[in-house]
Structure formats: structure tokens, C-alpha cells
């Protein structure tokens, strides 16, 4: 630990710190290809369990939405006893291990392979299930799995977005009203007595609510700091908490964090609550 807050020395690395650090990257490479590997299994395993289920609703025959759910809800929960995990969570992984095995199988080997790791593979599964042709999204695939093999998650998720946009067969304005339909809202407590709130809609509509809400932060602290001006107190100059020193973009923009989500309407989004197992006829 001493070593490793140690000054550096004023005419750089040494030759022994450079061999260190070649072995130390050489080592972490190996231990992440590892891990990859591991990961596959794990989505593997998922997609087996989730077979076992699906094969139990199969057999049960029950149309009653309550009882095609049971089985996956078993086994999930089973698992989630195991890891000391939630159910629901649980659910979430067994169903994208299902998909990965089934619609993205190559993503699959290329992660038991370390060609790419667990974010690509999240980047693929999140960007590619919106095309249902099985053709089409193959090529897709093998597009998109050049481009992970040599560049980072966040740029695969923008180029593998782009380009399922333009092998779409649908129209923008029927995919969007399809999504449309599984609007949602959430809320995630935080500390000291605070919460986020997470909306899903429509983008013009997100965008026109976030600036509402900057000129009307506007408004209140310029109306604040003239109250202030006048001898007033300037409480309420950042929005009418003391101490709050939040600007009006830090409060109107929305967080990132990855929450669950609660419909507006009767439609779901893929990832919102537990999975809804198929019907069989």
C-alpha cells in the first residue's frame, strides 16, 4: 500500500515499475477473459432454468395468467435464495439469458470466447430485441460483434442502435407509438430524506416537461434574489431550501439510474416487472 502512494519519481517510471505494470495489465487482460468466460456459463445456466420452466407451463396448461407465471416465479425465487438476491431480479436475468441463448448465440460465444465483455453483451441484448426478423438480426449481429471486438460498450450501443434503426422494417411512427405504450414512472428513495422520480415517455414531451422546469427554476430564483435585494431573506434564492446550492439544469435533468418501472396503461415494456411466460395453444 505504501508502494502505491509513493510519489513518482521526477524523471518518470522506472525500468522495474515498467516491467511491473506490463505484467500487472497482462494479468488483469487474462483475469477479465476469465471472468467472460464464467459469465457465459452463468447465462447459460440462466437460459436452461428458464427452459425448465417454460417447459413446466407448457405442460401445465393453465391460460389464467397467475398460473403461466408460477413456474418461472419458482424458479426464480429458488434462485434468488441461493445468491441472496431479489426474485424480480432474478426473473430480469432469466429472461435476457433466454434471449441471449435464443436470438443472440453468437454474442454468447463471443463472451465465453473473451472477445468481448459482459457490457457488450448487455449493449446487444438492449439495442438488437427490437428487430424481430431472425435473418436480419443475425446480420446485424455479426456486424455489431466486429465492431465490440475492437471498440468500447458505449460506442457498440450507439453504432448497434443506429444500425438497427435502418434494417427496421416498421415506420419510426408505428415503433414509437408501440413504445409509446409502455410509458412508466418510478421513484427510488435516496438519503436524507430524499427521492427520484424516473419518468418513461415520449422524447419531445420529456424534453418540453425539462424545459418548463428550467424556466421556472428561472423564475423563482430571480424573484428570490430580488426578494433578497430588497432585505428579505435569500433562502429561498436556490429554490427555497437553505443550503440548497443545486442549479436549475442540476435539478431539471433526469438521472441515469437503473430503476424498475410502473405502467401508465395496461402495456409493459420487456423490463419492467416479472415476465409474463407465453401461452400455448
Same mark, same amino acid.
Given at each position: 500500500?505504501?508502494?502505491?502512494?509513493?510519489?513518482?519519481?521526477?524523471? !518518470?517510471? &522506472?525500468? $522495474?515499475?515498467? $516491467?511491473?505494470?506490463?505484467?500487472?495489465?497482462? *494479468?488483469?487482460?487474462?483475469?477479465?477473459?476469465?471472468?467472460?468466460?464464467?459469465?457465459?456459463?452463468?447465462?447459460?445456466?440462466?437460459?436452461? @432454468?428458464? #427452459?425448465?420452466?417454460?417447459? *413446466?407451463?407448457?405442460?401445465?396448461?393453465?391460460?389464467?395468467?397467475? !398460473?403461466?407465471?408460477?413456474?418461472?416465479? &419458482?424458479?426464480?425465487?429458488?434462485?434468488?435464495?441461493?445468491?441472496?438476491? %431479489?426474485?424480480?431480479?432474478?426473473?430480469?436475468? +432469466?429472461?435476457?439469458?433466454?434471449?441471449?441463448?435464443?436470438?443472440?448465440?453468437?454474442? @454468447? $460465444?463471443?463472451?465465453?470466447? !473473451?472477445?468481448?465483455?459482459?457490457?457488450?453483451? #448487455?449493449? @446487444?441484448?438492449? =439495442?438488437?430485441?427490437?428487430? /424481430?426478423?431472425?435473418?436480419?438480426?443475425?446480420?446485424? *449481429? *455479426?456486424?455489431?460483434?466486429?465492431?465490440?471486438?475492437? $471498440?468500447?460498450?458505449?460506442?457498440?450501443?450507439?453504432?448497434?442502435?443506429?444500425?438497427?434503426?435502418?434494417? #427496421?422494417?416498421?415506420?419510426?411512427?408505428?415503433? %414509437?407509438?408501440?413504445?409509446?405504450?409502455?410509458?412508466?414512472?418510478?421513484?427510488?428513495?435516496?438519503?436524507?430524506?430524499?427521492?427520484?422520480?424516473?419518468?418513461? +415517455?415520449?422524447?419531445?414531451?420529456?424534453?418540453?416537461?425539462? /424545459?418548463?422546469?428550467?424556466? #421556472?427554476?428561472?423564475?423563482?430564483?430571480?424573484?428570490?434574489?430580488? @426578494?433578497?435585494?430588497?432585505?428579505?431573506?435569500?433562502?429561498?434564492?436556490?429554490?427555497?431550501?437553505? !443550503?440548497?446550492?443545486?442549479?436549475?439544469? /442540476?435539478?431539471?435533468?433526469?438521472?441515469?439510474?437503473? =430503476?424498475?418501472? +410502473?405502467?401508465?396503461? &395496461?402495456?409493459?415494456?420487456?423490463? &419492467?416487472?416479472?415476465?409474463?411466460?407465453? =401461452?400455448?395453444?
Amino acid at each position: 500500500m505504501t508502494d502505491l502512494l509513493a510519489p513518482p519519481s521526477p524523471m !518518470g517510471p &522506472s525500468p $522495474d515499475d515498467g $516491467d511491473r505494470l506490463r505484467a500487472l495489465v497482462a *494479468e488483469i487482460r487474462a483475469v477479465t477473459a476469465d471472468v467472460a468466460r464464467l459469465q457465459a456459463t452463468l447465462i447459460r445456466r440462466r437460459a436452461e @432454468v428458464m #427452459q425448465i420452466a417454460l417447459a *413446466e407451463v407448457a405442460r401445465a396448461g393453465s391460460r389464467a395468467s397467475r !398460473g403461466r407465471e408460477m413456474p418461472i416465479r &419458482s424458479a426464480a425465487l429458488e434462485i434468488a435464495v441461493a445468491t441472496k438476491s %431479489h426474485d424480480l431480479t432474478v426473473q430480469r436475468e +432469466l429472461d435476457d439469458a433466454y434471449t441471449l441463448t435464443e436470438k443472440f448465440s453468437s454474442t @454468447v $460465444d463471443a463472451l465465453e470466447s !473473451g472477445r468481448i465483455t459482459l457490457r457488450h453483451v #448487455q449493449a @446487444v441484448l438492449e =439495442t438488437g430485441v427490437v428487430i /424481430d426478423d431472425d435473418e436480419t438480426r443475425r446480420g446485424w *449481429e *455479426e456486424v455489431v460483434l466486429s465492431r465490440a471486438e475492437r $471498440d468500447s460498450p458505449a460506442r457498440v450501443r450507439a453504432f448497434a442502435r443506429e444500425l438497427a434503426e435502418s434494417v #427496421q422494417p416498421e415506420g419510426m411512427t408505428t415503433r %414509437h407509438a408501440r413504445a409509446a405504450r409502455a410509458r412508466g414512472v418510478s421513484v427510488r428513495d435516496l438519503a436524507d430524506g430524499m427521492a427520484e422520480l424516473s419518468v418513461i +415517455l415520449p422524447a419531445t414531451v420529456a424534453y418540453g416537461i425539462r /424545459d418548463r422546469l428550467r424556466r #421556472q427554476a428561472a423564475v423563482i430564483r430571480a424573484s428570490s434574489r430580488a @426578494v433578497a435585494g430588497d432585505g428579505g431573506t435569500d433562502e429561498l434564492a436556490t429554490g427555497g431550501l437553505p !443550503g440548497d446550492t443545486a442549479t436549475a439544469a /442540476d435539478r431539471a435533468t433526469p438521472s441515469r439510474a437503473d =430503476t424498475p418501472r +410502473l405502467p401508465l396503461t &395496461s402495456g409493459r415494456s420487456r423490463r &419492467s416487472g416479472p415476465i409474463s411466460a407465453p =401461452t400455448f395453444s
